[in-house]
C-alpha cells in the first residue's frame, strides 16, 4: 500500500509540475503580447524625447522647430492627417529638419468608440497620406487623447506601427501656463522619459528654458526611436 501511495504522489507531483511548466510558458507568451503599448524608452541611454501633437497652429509647430534646431535636437511629431492635408509644406520642413513623423490619426477620434474598420480608416488614411506627400513609412502611432483598446492596439499592429504613450504629460492643451509646462516637462525628469506636448503659445514660451535644463542635467533632447534605441518598455 505505501508502495501505491508513493507511486500515487509521485504521479500527481509530475502532473502538477507539468501544469505549472506549460502555464507559466503561456503566461509568458500573454504577458509579452504584441502591440502593447510604450511609455519609455531605454532607461540607461541618455536621451530625453520630446513628443509634439499635432493638430493644429502650423505658426507654432514652425517655432518649436527653429527652436530645436538652433540646438541640434531632435523630436518627434505625431501629425493628424487632416491637419498636414492643409499645411504639406510644414510636413516637408519638419522632415527636412530631421525630425521623426509619427502618426496621429486623421480627424483625432476617439479610437476606443471605433470599430476594427474605424481604427484603420483613422490609421491608414494618415499613413497613405504622409507616404504620398514626403515618401515617409510612419510606424509610430499616438491615439488622439491617448484613448485606444485591445482594437486599436491589433489594428495599429498589423499596419506595422508600435503605439507610443507618454511618460510625462505637460496637459498644455489645458493649462495655459507657461511655467507650469516647464514644471511637468522637468520635474523629476529621467533617461528614456517621453514628454508630452502640443504646439500652444505658452508651450513654445517654455521650450527654450526646458532644453536649457535638459542640458544642464546630462540629456540629450532627441525623437522616439533614439530614446527608444534597442530598448521597448511595456506596462
Not at 513623423?101 to 471605433?114: A, P, Q, T, V
Not at 470599430?115 to 509610430?140: F, Q, Y
Not at 505658452?202 to 535644463?213: D, N
Amino acid at each position: 500500500m505505501r508502495a501505491l501511495a508513493s507511486a500515487c504522489l509521485c504521479a500527481v507531483a509530475v502532473f502538477v509540475g507539468a501544469v505549472c511548466y506549460f502555464s507559466e510558458s503561456v503566461a509568458v507568451t500573454v504577458s509579452s503580447a504584441e502591440n502593447s503599448p510604450i511609455y519609455f524608452g531605454n532607461r540607461k541611454g541618455e536621451y530625453v524625447a520630446l513628443m509634439f501633437n499635432c493638430y493644429e497652429s502650423a505658426e507654432n509647430v514652425e517655432k518649436i522647430a527653429e527652436i530645436l534646431e538652433k540646438d541640434g535636437y531632435k523630436a518627434t511629431f505625431f501629425v493628424g492627417g487632416c491637419f498636414v492635408d492643409d499645411k504639406p509644406e510644414l510636413l516637408r520642413r519638419l522632415i527636412e529638419g530631421g525630425h521623426e513623423i509619427g502618426n496621429h490619426g486623421y480627424f483625432h477620434k476617439k479610437h476606443s468608440s471605433l470599430n476594427k474598420s474605424g481604427n484603420l480608416s483613422e490609421i491608414k488614411r494618415t499613413h497613405d497620406l504622409v507616404r504620398a506627400l514626403c515618401g515617409v513609412e510612419m510606424n509610430l502611432f499616438a491615439p488622439p487623447s491617448g484613448d485606444f483598446n485591445k482594437t486599436t492596439l491589433q489594428v495599429a499592429g498589423e499596419l506595422g506601427y508600435k503605439t507610443v504613450m507618454w511618460t510625462k504629460d505637460t496637459i498644455d492643451w489645458r493649462d495655459k501656463d507657461k511655467n507650469l509646462v516647464f514644471k511637468r516637462a522637468t520635474e523629476k525628469i529621467s533617461a528614456g522619459d517621453f514628454v508630452l506636448m502640443h504646439p500652444k503659445d505658452h508651450t513654445v514660451e517654455a521650450l527654450p528654458e526646458i532644453l536649457a535644463y535638459y542640458k544642464a542635467h546630462g540629456f540629450k533632447c532627441g525623437t522616439v526611436t533614439q530614446t527608444t534605441a534597442s530598448f521597448a518598455a511595456r506596462v
